[in-house]
């Protein structure tokens, strides 16, 4: 199964739990990407410095981890896509995707602005990671 993790950015939420779910999954595949958003910029840029540090703490190096945004091939192979995404950012999920029975929300703030705000919700991507893949394997 192909898993498509997409956040605002891809930085961080979605960037994370693709690492942690490619390596707790022995016959699944994920990839991430950012949704597109008219101005924003990063294509190519690397990890957030916090989160980069939060993972390789857990022993994910994620540093040649290049930021992606969504194409129509990741969507249309992707057989599960989870937006991680907070309450303002709702308004972001594209069109094709509303009603889809491949999406899955999960409901995450997405600025957070201490350590202990980056490690809680990393903890909360781990949590849930590991609930999909016992779920699909």
């Known amino acids: ?7 605002k950015g891809n930085a961080e939420r979605s960037m994370a739990a693709e690492t942690l779910f ?8 994920a990839k991430s990407a950012r949704i597109d958003v008219i101005g924003e910029k990063g294509e190519g840029l690397g990890p ?8 390789l703490d857990k022993g994910h190096n994620v540093s ?24 303002k950012e709702m308004g972001l999920l594209p069109e094709s995707l509303k009603g889809s029975d491949k999406v899955t929300i999960w409901e995450l703030e997405g600025n957070v602005h201490t350590p202990a705000a980056h490690s809680e919700r990393l903890e909360s991507i781990e949590k849930r990671v590991m609930e999909l893949v016992n779920e699909i394997g």
Do not use: E, G, Y
Request: hydrophobic residues 45%; glycine residues 0%.
């Open 22 to 29: 490619n390596k707790l999954s022995k016959k699944n595949i």
């Open 64 to 87: 040649n981890h290049r930021r992606r945004h969504i194409t129509k091939q990741m969507l249309d192979q992707a057989d599960r896509i989870i937006l991680i995404l907070s309450k």
């Open 48 to 55: 957030s410095p916090i989160t980069a540090k939060l993972l």
């Open 1 to 7: 199964m192909k898993v498509l993790f997409l956040c």
